[in-house]
């Protein structure tokens, strides 16, 4: 590859330049979305995609479709558009999985007193799908 079939990157601002480590990070990404060739550089196809399928659900989602309507006609989950939706709100995209980190209610499994337990007849086996009860 010559020099002049290489992509023209500009340089990021150096980092001393900047009291914290976040002001320094806005900067570079101002920096990264004023260069079209940067941007394309540092993105794959699928992130690509994956930015244009979120601007579209944003557009979707303020032209008044509803969630199913996005999801069809788009091929995303309704979970998707979702998310996307509560980004709006928050100005800020969280994907499911980090939301489930601390969101999301996770099962609750009690053993106190309270519970109900079946009465099973017969001697328990341990298989690989769980506990079965033979009969004797």
């Known amino acids: 590859m010559s020099k002049s079939d290489r992509v ?3 340089l990021l601002p150096p980092l001393n330049r900047y009291s914290s480590r976040e002001e320094w990070e806005n900067a570079c990404w101002q920096k990264i979305l004023k260069s079209k060739d940067l941007l394309k550089l540092l ?5 690509r995609h994956n930015l244009v399928m979120r601007a579209a659900v944003i557009d979707a989602i303020n032209s008044g479709k ?14 998707t558009v979702s998310t996307i939706k509560k980004a709006i709100k928050e100005n800020n995209y969280r994907s499911y999985r980090e939301r489930g980190k601390t969101e999301r209610k996770r099962k609750a499994y009690s053993s106190g007193p309270n519970i109900k337990r079946k009465e099973y007849r017969g001697r328990p086996v341990r298989t690989k799908y769980g506990t079965i009860f033979v009969h004797y």
């Not at 993105?43 to 992130?47: D, F, G, K, L, S």
């Not at 309507?69 to 979970?79: G, H, T």
């Open 8 to 10: 023209k990157i500009n």
């Open 66 to 79: 509803k969630y199913r309507e996005i999801a069809e006609e788009l091929w995303l989950s309704p979970q």
């Open 43 to 47: 993105t794959t196809p699928n992130e």
